[in-house]
């Protein structure tokens, strides 16, 4: 299976409602854990079947494959993925424990942490994580956590923060990509006219 196919089968099986994506993922597990199993070198299918194992609460099932990935995978995310489980069987201690252990040098289990925090309101944290993701990226960095800091910063009221975040965005634009105009340069602009009016 290519990279690409696997893409394209997980998109499918998780869009639409609630029930059709349940089906979608169970169908997702059936068709393709016997192939992961055979084949944990490929991470990007391993890691799908992953978050729909424990979407569906096959959490032995998730905690085996979870095991054999660890093989191959050396990245952070099966140590993110244990977090996911602890956070879906209710222990949200123990979930936040296994994902503040997160590598600070593991970019993306670090932008993957951050996100989680986020999303349970833990945003000391979640900026912490956000700021050890852009540390660790090489250059041309990846400005994902700048986007997801501004929308944070914004979120919580602190306009200056925000405005940090849409420059550095632009910086780097500048000076990692060569990019100084265009479509990617207007939206932090604006959004940075938008903020000093509200200071």
């Known amino acids: 299976m290519t990279k690409k196919y696997i893409s394209f089968l997980y998109r499918s099986v ?3 409602d609630n029930y059709s994506a349940r089906s979608g993922n169970d169908w997702f597990i059936r068709v393709c854990e016997p ?3 055979k084949y944990p070198s490929n991470i990007k299918l391993c890691h799908h079947l992953v978050e729909a194992m424990i979407e569906m609460r096959y959490f032995e099932r998730a ?3 979870i095991a054999l990935i660890k093989t ?4 952070e995310m099966p140590k993110i993925y244990e977090g996911d489980i602890q ?6 201690e123990a979930a936040k424990e296994i994902w503040n252990s997160v590598n600070k040098t593991d970019h993306k289990g670090q932008y993957e942490a951050g996100e989680r925090f986020n999303r349970i309101g833990g945003y000391d ?3 912490e994580c ?19 800091l501004a929308f944070l910063y914004t979120k919580l009221g602190k306009y200056q923060k925000t405005i940090d975040m849409w420059q550095r965005i632009l910086d780097v634009l500048a000076s990692d990509y ?12 604006k959004e940075i006219q938008k903020l000093k009016a509200k200071l």
């Open 87 to 92: 956070f879906a069987k209710g222990n949200i």
């Open 35 to 37: 192939y992961a199993k």
């Open 130 to 148: 956000f700021e050890n993701f852009f540390a660790a990226a090489n250059v041309p960095r990846n400005l994902s956590s700048t986007y997801s």
């Open 63 to 65: 905690e085996d494959l």
């Open 178 to 189: 060569g990019i100084v105009e265009g479509t990617q340069c207007d939206w932090p602009r």
């Open 14 to 16: 998780r869009s639409g």
């Open 72 to 75: 191959t995978d050396k990245s």
């Open 125 to 127: 944290k979640a900026i």
